[in-house]
């Protein structure tokens, strides 16, 4: 299909809402999306959004198969943190890891449709964990390390997990944080779990006694399960399951309530791709740096960028203020050019005046700010100390798990501002009475299908919760929204303020 857009990403964006199924089929196939079977139809867009039309009917896939498809000796992984060894993982040595941990998890006994859980810091462990679970069509979960045992609980509760993956423990700000005490009460809240598979953060880890943890074991010794006897490991299989097929499930924060568990398939592959490869101009060079564990949407975002063979750094602790230029070092260290980070960190450097020197160099090309509002303070001090490189905020929600709103490059940016959304994201904002309003606050709503919205809630058998939840607002319209206050000029596309 060849179209022109004389008026740039405002005509493409208009076109890709406007034409949901032909965008989505485009972009599938410009992904290069692995598959075994094809889709018949996009979406059936007669089908009511409350409803929950679905996506890609007929096509069976694996989202493990498309993030391992680079297997070469470029750079997939670098491990870092503030007390462990560097280490480095190639596309081809992450594959075969994965495969080890698959292996050991099928001896085992986990199969499509089984829970595995995770709590625990921001390892290469969970990353080859995940991918692992997902090839074998079973069902990846995490909550975040910082965590209370019955914050957890309140989770994992829900679920009847069958795997357990945690930790010994992990170093943060320069302390060392024990997990074996939470982890006990944890388990103990856990019946149904068979295994409880504990990552030893240091060699004398082994040494520590996890005999009242039941069924449990350390990582290591269970991975042996994996290996034959002759000393190999078995082929690699990618359960091929549907477009639909639950690969994990995120959380509400539990503001009003116990935590909800929201339900992601493949979607997220093909959502987070476009707008990485599209509006970040990334390629295989690219570098992205995480501070973030497996917990929140980031991770299963994060992870997804494999499938565009760019390379994660994976930095366990708090790399921030372990010295005026600890931040700006790492990033030097390891050549990072693209990074997702919370604006306060940013807004406690710039109060403690922690900047790069003038012999810093920082190939980093963009900083984004993510999960809450940057202060023009913040924008004033990355102008002053990243001259050459692009820095905006952002909008996204563990709904969606992705970026909905950011700067694209091609069009004008004003400070503290988002100029866009992501391609094939039909957006509006709603007044109170339920009507489209521009230059006024209200309520950011997706207004058409999409594909990465959650498949559901768990244990929402009749689908009323999440209907509930997410599309009872206006009575009238088949719109889901997000509880989040915007103020907007012009929906996408706001002009105002300081011109960047």
């Known amino acids: 299909m060849i179209l022109n857009f004389p008026d740039g990403y405002e005509d493409l964006y208009k076109w890709s809402v406007e034409n949901i199924c032909e965008f989505w089929a485009e972009l599938w196939d410009f992904l290069g999306i692995i598959y075994s079977r094809r889709f018949d139809t996009v979406v059936d867009l007669n089908v009511p959004m409350r ?30 943190g503030e007390d462990i060894e560097e280490e480095t993982y190639t596309f081809a040595q992450m594959y075969e890891k994965t495969r080890l941990y698959a292996a050991a998890f099928r001896k085992f006994g986990l199969k499509k449709g089984d829970i595995v859980i995770c709590h625990m810091s921001n390892r290469r462990e969970a990353v080859f964990a995940t991918q692992a679970v997902i090839s ?5 979960t995490a909550a975040l390390p910082m965590l209370g045992a019955q914050a957890v609980l309140q989770r994992f509760r829900q679920l009847n997990a069958k ?19 939470k982890l006990a009460e944890i388990v103990e809240g856990l019946p149904s779990l068979e295994k409880v598979l504990i990552v030893a953060s240091k060699p004398e880890s082994h040494s520590k006694d996890i005999s009242k943890i039941k069924n449990s074991c350390f990582l290591d010794e269970f991975l042996k399960m994996g290996i034959e006897d002759d000393g190999s490991v078995p082929p690699m299989k990618f359960e091929q399951v549907s477009f639909s097929h639950p690969i994990t499930i995120g959380y509400t924060s539990g503001s009003t309530g116990v935590p909800k568990c929201i339900v992601h398939g493949s979607s997220i592959l093909i959502a987070v791709a476009n707008y990485v490869l599209i509006n970040f101009d ?3 060079n690219s570098r992205w740096f995480s501070v973030m564990p497996a917990g929140t949407a980031v991770w299963i975002s994060k992870i997804t960028k494999h499938f565009l063979g760019q390379t994660i750094v994976l930095y366990e602790g708090s790399p921030y203020f372990l010295s005026p230029t600890s931040f700006w070092d790492i990033l030097e260290k390891h050549r990072i050019s693209h990074i997702l980070m919370f604006p306060r960190a940013l807004d406690e450097m710039e109060k403690r ?6 012999k810093h160099d920082l190939p980093l090309a963009r900083l984004t700010t993510v999960g809450c509002a940057t202060k023009p303070k913040t924008y004033d001090f990355l102008l002053r100390v990243l001259k050459d490189s692009v820095y905006s905020t952002s909008l996204g929600c563990t709904e969606l798990s992705q970026l909905a709103l950011f700067r694209e490059l091609t069009l004008p940016a004003y400070k503290g501002q988002m100029n866009a959304a992501t391609l094939g994201m039909p957006m ?19 207004s058409k299908p999409l594909p990465n919205l959650p498949l559901g809630l768990w244990n929402d ?13 206006y009575p009238g319209t088949e719109t889901l929204f997000e509880l989040l206050q915007f103020i907007t000029t012009s929906l996408t596309f706001a002009s105002a303020g300081e011109k960047l």
């Open 428 to 446: 509006q904002v709603f007044g109170d009475d339920g009507n489209p309003v521009i230059g006024e606050a209200g309520e950011i709503v997706i």
């Open 51 to 80: 409803d929950l039309p679905k996506w890609f009917e007929g096509a069976k896939l694996n989202y493990a198969e498309n993030i391992l498809k680079y297997r070469d000796d470029r750079l997939a992984l670098i491990v870092d």
């Open 353 to 358: 005046n922690y900047s790069p020197s003038k």
């Open 136 to 140: 074998i069509g079973a069902i990846w």
């Open 282 to 284: 990334t390629d295989r």
């Open 461 to 473: 058998k009749d689908g009323s919760v999440y209907r509930e939840k997410y599309f009872s607002k």
């Open 163 to 181: 795997i357990f993956l945690s930790e010994d423990g992990y170093r943060l700000d320069g302390k060392d944080v024990d997990m074996l005490t």
